[in-house]
């Protein structure tokens, strides 16, 4: 068994030793964003796991949920991701409903199915830490597919989200920064939190990738951006967040959580920041806004900046098949 490092909340970018290879003016990098599959496995569970908020999220899903979320839409995104053949995928959160351990085992099978665990990044959400204890005690469930890059493991040591985020991986002159707003919150609250030693961390990277010349993603649940949710499911420090973003910059933001499409900006001293969310992974409601989504990137570097190509492909319920809904290009 392999515990992440305890010492990681110390380390920068500059500790992470990774290889910063730019990328030549001709070459693109593809990558796949999907969010909030919401698999749910009741299944097997004890009756004590459903002796807090649970209970109320297990009645939302019989009641309604269940039928919003579809596994066989899911697997139809996965097979059209896989077929899209991206040089990296990155999945925003909540990847189980009530945050079961029978839940975490098959969000797993999930992530295999998409690829290996360095094709692959992932971040929590609220509904993967729905309890006190849920996340950290099935940390090593996903670990592989968190872990930034040149950190070590070793035995007995702490697993906690606080010790994993934020993450970074370099991929093609692409920095993957990952944010954690996961926490356990109050029934019928589904708020996130970056919290200020997060966003210390989070400044030193942006700077220092920015330095290398990279195009930094920040991979995150919640919306940064107000007006994107509803208060009950807000990002209680954005404001903060906001401001480390307007010192550092970045180049994108992708988040999940809303389970609908939204496009906002971030306006900063660097430039505008776009960000980009998308629904449910395995949403097949009426409601065409929340229908199943994820969107392929194409980042080609130019000689002022970067191009960045959009491809929306979205769910077909009467095909039963995904296909590319819109197509757009963002300036940088």
Known sequence: MVFFVKSYGTQTAETYNFKSKPMNPNDTFTLAHLSDPHMAYPGGSRFSDFLNKRFFGYLKWRLRRQSEHHSDVLIRMIQDVRNSQPDHVVVTGDLTHLGLPAE????????????????????????DAYVDGALDCRLL????????????????????VSALF??????????????????PCSTFLAVGCVGNDQLQRLQKI????????????????????????????????????QNAMQDCGAEL???????????????TSHGRIPVIG????????EDPRRRARYHLYRLSRRSDGWDIQVSVRSYVNKDKRFDTEDEYRLTE
């Open 278 to 285: 998308v629904p449910s992974a395995s949403a097949a409601g």
């Open 104 to 127: 975490f085992a098959k969000a797993k099978e999930l992530l295999e199915a998409l690829g290996p665990a360095s094709q692959v990044t992932i971040i929590p959400g609220n509904h």
């Open 253 to 267: 933001i992708l988040h999940g959580h809303s389970h609908h499409p939204s496009r906002t900006y971030l306006e």
């Open 141 to 160: 469930e996903w670990l592989d597919y968190m872990v930034s890059d040149g950190i070590k493991v070793c035995d007995g040591t702490d697993t906690a």
């Open 206 to 241: 942006l700077v220092e990738t920015g330095q290398k010349g990279l195009f930094r993603i920040v991979l995150i649940h919640h919306p940064p951006k107000s007006g994107v949710v509803s208060w009950r499911k807000r990002l209680t420090d954005a404001e903060a967040l």
């Open 166 to 183: 934020p993450s970074l991986r370099v991929r093609d002159g692409v920095a993957l920064i990952g944010v954690s707003t996961a926490q």
